[in-house]
């Protein structure tokens, strides 16, 4: 067993079960009991935040919505249907494991026109501010990483987060250096709403990453498998930083991860994980 359970953060909601973040997606990870949950943001043309990873529409949709999202209004967005065939993965990860495979499913073009022919249903992209009020009612103990993929959304985050109930259960974070000094300038210059705390995707620790570390406020750094030690764990938790571990979803990891430090393991398998650690005990 791990010396401390890591939080298990479902990436982009539990994909499993509902499109990836998309409101059944995040309701099946509370559902299950994961700690935490992982979702990404973009803006729309007409300057709202939505909850979406790609730059486009056109995986989720199936090519029915092309172009940038940021050329998009959220009426379009909201209104695009996202087919669950297709997109939902699987229970375990694939053996032997990809990093190619994220919250995509992997299948054939004649795989998913007959998952179609089975499964009719649709979920449907929301916009930030409609995930917060939902989160409002989760009356459970979960925390949210909030991913920045573009620039540009602090204003409009910051308003959000102004009328927020919900900052101290948010980590607000990119995995792009700039997007993090940009989120990092702004809660210097207007001040962090109460609770809430900030983090970056390092990926791994190096002169650049900790250039970053040095001169940032962050309650969280998320590294790779198999790209961080517990030197580099011990390092940062003298500066105050927590450790998440970015994925890795195959028995090798898992168990390399047990003799780390990790605080939460940002997953697309929350469940497999679960029966894996529940199998060793």
Request: glycine share 8%; aromatic share 10%; with cysteine.
């Amino acid at each position: 067993m791990a010396k401390c359970f890591p939080m298990r953060f479902a990436h982009r909601g539990l994909v499993q079960y509902a499109p990836e973040n998309t409101l059944g997606a995040f309701q099946a990870a509370v559902a299950v009991g994961c700690e935490g949950i992982e979702l990404d943001i973009r803006m729309s043309k007409d300057g709202e935040i939505i909850v979406v990873h790609d730059g486009t529409l056109e995986r989720l949709s199936n090519g029915v919505l092309k172009g940038p999202i940021y050329e998009h209004t959220t009426e379009e967005l909201l209104s695009t249907d996202i087919p669950y065939a297709g997109h939902l993965l699987p229970h375990n990860p694939p053996v032997p494991y990809s990093e190619s495979v994220g919250s995509v499913a992997v299948y054939t073009d004649e795989e998913v026109k007959k998952q179609g022919e089975i499964d009719k249903r649709v979920a449907h992209l929301m916009t930030f501010e409609q995930f917060d009020k939902w989160f409002e009612t989760v009356d459970k103990d979960v925390t949210v990483e909030i991913e920045f993929c573009a620039n540009g959304m602090m204003s409009r985050m910051y308003e959000i987060l102004s009328k927020s109930k919900n900052c101290s259960r948010y980590i607000l974070f990119s995995g792009h250096r700039d997007i993090n000094d940009e989120i990092q300038s702004m809660m210097r210059e207007k001040g962090k709403p109460e609770g809430l705390r900030l983090g970056a995707n390092l990926v791994k620790i190096n002169e650049e990453t900790m250039d970053f570390v040095k001169d940032a406020d962050l309650y969280e750094v998320g590294l790779n498998d198999f790209k961080f030690t517990n030197e580099d764990v011990r390092m940062l938790t003298e500066r105050g930083i927590k450790v998440f571990s970015n994925l890795g979803d195959y028995p090798e990891w898992w168990e390399a991860m047990s003799g780390l430090d990790v605080v939460a393991f940002k997953t697309n398998y929350a469940e497999a994980y679960t029966e894996w650690l529940e199998s060793r005990e």
